[in-house]
């Protein structure tokens, strides 16, 4: 039974060990913060990676509660904070990294520059999906690659979280989109109004059939090693190439003799340095905008899954243990 003074949270222990739901201090908010009850909990491969150690951009120190996307209500506000109330319903892309306390529990107190209200006409646990992708898109194609209508472009793996962003916020931007996907993902990024591509096929076949050997304006890759190769073939003369997964070495000799330039996305940052968080709320609240006109619509896996069934939506991310996996993006309902 929990009080006034603590709340529940799953809680990993060791590098890749089972969540435990345990009984700890429940937060107040400082100042600039805001005091939420969680309703619904993203989950993100990243977010796996984090527990296990794999992600040393990522270093997150254990034990520690996870969980970098969240939605749910403002209980409370710290001082200073005048953009939010109490009774508001907000998401955002707040903490799980870096010493920043993750959306795995009961309460969370966030930094209310990395909040905004949440759409209307989505569900917590629709939004609560959302942060971490619509921003990490965001930022590669607006922020960094800047498209304008009737600009064609390419986004490796369009069924994927970033994806399946990237693909709805070029559409509502009037780009021409493409995208790769495979199989049953093919259909979902014709849905949204992208041409899809198989992505098994060679990229000089495609670059030949969807622009006549030209190029696309703008190719977003979000799967990183070979596809960031096939990124540089396919993007035009002066184009730009956008990834949020270059971590790897690549030849550039394909990009430089096209005059095309490039850019990484390190979506983090802003958490990792506090530093242009304010721009993460900014972001959100036009996706808030784009998802009430039914511009931007989250991928839902449909499976539930309860706090204490935090362990298997992981499962359900990485498809391990049995668990089917996800077709969409995984939420945890909390509150």
Known sequence: MTTTSSMLAAVVETLDGPFTIREIARPAPRAGEVLLRVVAAGTNPLDTKIRAGQAPHAHHALPAVLGMDVAGVVESVGADVSTFA????????TGGVAGLPGSHAQYLAA??????????????????????????????????????????????GGGGGVGHAAVQIALAHGARVFATAFDHDLAYVHSLGAVPIDARRDVESYVAE??????????????????LDASFKAVARFGHVVSCLGWGTHALAPLSFKQASYSGVFTLHALLADEGREHFGEILATITDLAERGRLLPRLDPRAFSLAETDAAYDAVLGRNGAKRQQGKIAVSIG
């Open 210 to 227: 969807h622009t006549a050997g030209r190029g696309f304006d703008v190719v977003y890759d979000t799967l990183g090693g070979s596809v």
């Open 111 to 156: 930094d209310a520059r990395l909040l905004a209200h949440k759409p209307a006409n989505l569900s917590m646990r629709e939004a609560a999906v959302l942060p971490l992708v619509v921003i990490t898109a965001w930022e590669g194609l607006i922020d960094r690659a800047r498209i304008a209508p009737g600009q064609t472009v390419l986004v490796q």
């Open 86 to 93: 109490p009774g508001d319903e907000v998401y955002g892309f």
